[in-house]
């Protein structure tokens, strides 16, 4: 197929590609977030489009008297798939900044909050440095390797236009949304214990000693020991993250599949 002499027919096929690739693109971590210029996105997604158009064999429910309305319904079918698809990796995401935000809270970090270019809203400083450490497992274990087969599978599985909102992909989607909160209290638990029985010492130390300011050493002496088990629960948090970003592949799959 010659890419540079499209007919009609073929610059729609091109053009419902296009937006699926878009979509699971602008959806996938890293290059969706909103510091990534729009130039680099538009570049990646015409680059990817043009060597899936020429090596993937769909056939796509379009024809020459189609007009724009008609399309619409295939376009947003297209960006369905590619929302879907990115949801997998941004459970995983978000259950890294829950466990941080829940870390910080125990720490008496709740109001030391930073901008989170990614949501572009405020999170704490433990739930953006336990993000940031996920990102970096995700690129680690090549996890974005899968979002480029998945794109490829995705033709397989799915012809554009022929996305399908059945009951299986809900029920999974709602698993997936159950698991943020498993993730997040495996990552956390550790931190989370040390810190209660913390609080616990400091309980029985201010009955046996009421002359002492406890909150004056509490304080201190949780955040020091909230950094010192976050530091010592990396190797842990490598090992959860990368077990979740290594099935991810399965994921996508068997969300491309219930479609």
Same mark, same amino acid.
């Given at each position: 197929?010659?890419?540079?002499? *499209?007919?009609?027919?073929?610059?729609? #096929? $091109?053009?419902?590609?296009?937006?699926?690739?878009?979509?699971?693109?602008? +959806?996938?971590?890293?290059?969706? @977030?909103? @510091?990534?210029?729009?130039?680099?996105?538009?570049?990646?997604?015409?680059?990817?489009?043009?060597?899936?158009? +020429?090596?993937?064999?769909?056939?796509?429910?379009? &024809? #020459?008297?189609?007009?724009?309305? #008609? !399309?619409?319904?295939?376009?947003? &079918? #297209?960006?369905?798939?590619?929302?879907?698809?990115?949801?997998?990796?941004?459970?995983? *995401?978000?259950? %890294?900044?829950?466990?941080?935000?829940?870390?910080?809270?125990?720490?008496?970090?709740?109001?030391?909050?930073?901008?989170?270019?990614?949501?572009?809203?405020?999170?704490?400083?433990?739930?953006? &440095?336990?993000?940031?450490?996920?990102?970096?497992?995700?690129?680690?274990?090549?996890?974005?390797?899968?979002?480029?087969?998945?794109?490829?599978?995705? $033709?397989? %599985?799915?012809?554009?236009?022929?996305?399908? /909102?059945?009951?299986?992909?809900?029920?999974?989607?709602?698993?997936?949304?159950?698991?943020? *909160?498993?993730?997040?209290?495996?990552?956390?638990?550790?931190?989370?214990?040390? !810190? *209660?029985?913390?609080?616990?010492?400091?309980?029985?130390?201010?009955?046996?000693?009421?002359?002492? @300011?406890?909150?004056?050493?509490? /304080?201190?002496?949780?955040?020091?020991?909230?950094?010192?088990?976050? &530091?010592?629960?990396?190797?842990?948090?490598?090992?959860?993250? +990368?077990?979740?970003?290594?099935?991810?592949?399965?994921?996508?799959?068997?969300?491309?599949?219930?479609?």
């Amino acid at each position: 197929m010659n890419l540079f002499d *499209f007919n009609y027919t073929q610059f729609q #096929e $091109f053009i419902l590609v296009f937006f699926r690739i878009g979509s699971i693109v602008v +959806s996938s971590p890293i290059l969706g @977030n909103q @510091n990534t210029p729009m130039q680099v996105k538009i570049g990646l997604i015409f680059f990817l489009t043009l060597s899936s158009f +020429s090596i993937v064999d769909v056939h796509l429910p379009v &024809s #020459e008297h189609n007009s724009i309305i #008609e !399309l619409a319904p295939l376009l947003f &079918s #297209e960006m369905m798939i590619g929302v879907c698809v990115g949801f997998a990796s941004h459970v995983i *995401f978000a259950a %890294a900044k829950l466990a941080g935000q829940v870390i910080g809270f125990q720490m008496g970090f709740a109001i030391v909050n930073v901008m989170d270019p990614v949501s572009n809203t405020q999170i704490s400083i433990t739930s953006q &440095s336990l993000n940031i450490f996920a990102l970096l497992v995700f690129l680690a274990v090549d996890a974005h390797h899968w979002y480029i087969q998945g794109i490829l599978y995705s $033709f397989q %599985a799915i012809s554009p236009g022929g996305f399908t /909102l059945t009951g299986g992909l809900l029920e999974t989607l709602v698993q997936m949304t159950s698991a943020i *909160f498993v993730v997040a209290l495996q990552l956390a638990a550790p931190v989370l214990a040390v !810190l *209660f029985f913390l609080q616990v010492g400091l309980g029985v130390l201010a009955r046996t000693v009421p002359q002492m @300011n406890i909150f004056v050493v509490g /304080l201190p002496l949780q955040i020091l020991l909230g950094l010192l088990m976050m &530091s010592l629960i990396l190797p842990i948090a490598y090992t959860i993250l +990368s077990r979740e970003f290594n099935q991810l592949g399965f994921t996508i799959v068997q969300i491309l599949k219930l479609m």
